[in-house]
């Protein structure tokens, strides 16, 4: 299980070396990788140093080496569509009918002509 009471600092670095693990098993230098994913090869250097980079370069690099649905698994699912919801929502209830018991009520006789 991973200790996410780490600093800021250590999981960066451990995910630098992470991503750099991969990159290697996957067979690119820092360049290639740059390359493909449409970065420079400072960033991929800054990020597999365990620095700061923009959120949109890591989403590249990780797209580009396969790892960017393993890192989104968190992410909620994609919902119903607008108009789903509309086709299939039905007229709620506003309000709720109160329940009559036969107990509370006093039991007499009804006849035509009676009514009170």
Sequence with gaps: MTDFSITDEVFLAAMGRSIARQRID???TQSELAGQA????STVERLEAGRSTQTM????IL???GLLEQFGGWL???GPRPMELLK??????QRASSRRSSADAPVRDWRWGDES
């Excluded at 449409?38 to 090869?41: F, L, P, Q």
């Design 76 to 78: 909620p699912g994609q």
């Design 26 to 28: 996957s067979g690119l």
């Design 63 to 65: 797209r580009v080496l």
């Design 38 to 41: 449409g970065v420079s090869r």
């Design 88 to 93: 299939n929502k039905r007229r709620e209830r």
């Design 57 to 60: 370069s890591l989403v590249r």
